[in-house]
Nanobody, 124 residues
Framework: QLQASGGGLVQPGGSLRLSCVGS????????IGWFRQAPGMGREGIGC????????YYTDSVKGRFTISIDNANKTVYLQMNDLKPEDTAVYYC???????????????????WGQGTQVTVSS
């Protein structure tokens, strides 16, 4: 199981750090992807981190503002979000599937493991 947490209300230009904790997951074997879904919109993949954390990938919408990192000891993946904009408002999810590798195609697959999302609201 995966569980995302850390969402909340933040002003434009602010920062938040989301956490994704996996129970029963060995992060050396599972890439972790971050997705979001804004109201009335489809789900959007925004970034992923490879097995063990050796590499990351970001989509253009968040590149340069969001950073994904991993704490192997605590089995936690983080999504650091800086310079938040109102259009970043969404429910954020983490997901994984051992069959696929982190990269631009990762978000196209039907991933096996999804966590409950966490709401991020960017508003003044």
């Amino acid at each position: 199981q995966l569980q995302a947490s850390g969402g909340g209300l933040v002003q434009p230009g602010g920062s938040l750090r989301l956490s994704c904790v996996g129970s029963g997951f060995t992060l050396d074997y599972y890439p972790i992807g971050w997705f979001r879904q804004a109201p009335g919109m489809g789900r959007e993949g925004i970034g992923c981190i490879s097995r063990g954390g050796g590499s990351t990938y970001y989509t253009d919408s968040v590149k340069g503002r969001f950073t994904i990192s991993i704490d192997n000891a605590n089995k936690t993946v983080y999504l650091q979000m800086n310079d938040l904009k109102p259009e970043d408002t969404a429910v954020y999810y983490c997901a994984s599937d051992v069959r696929y590798s982190c990269g631009r195609f990762f978000f196209r697959y039907q991933l096996d493991h999804w966590g409950q999302g966490t709401q991020v609201t960017v508003s003044s």
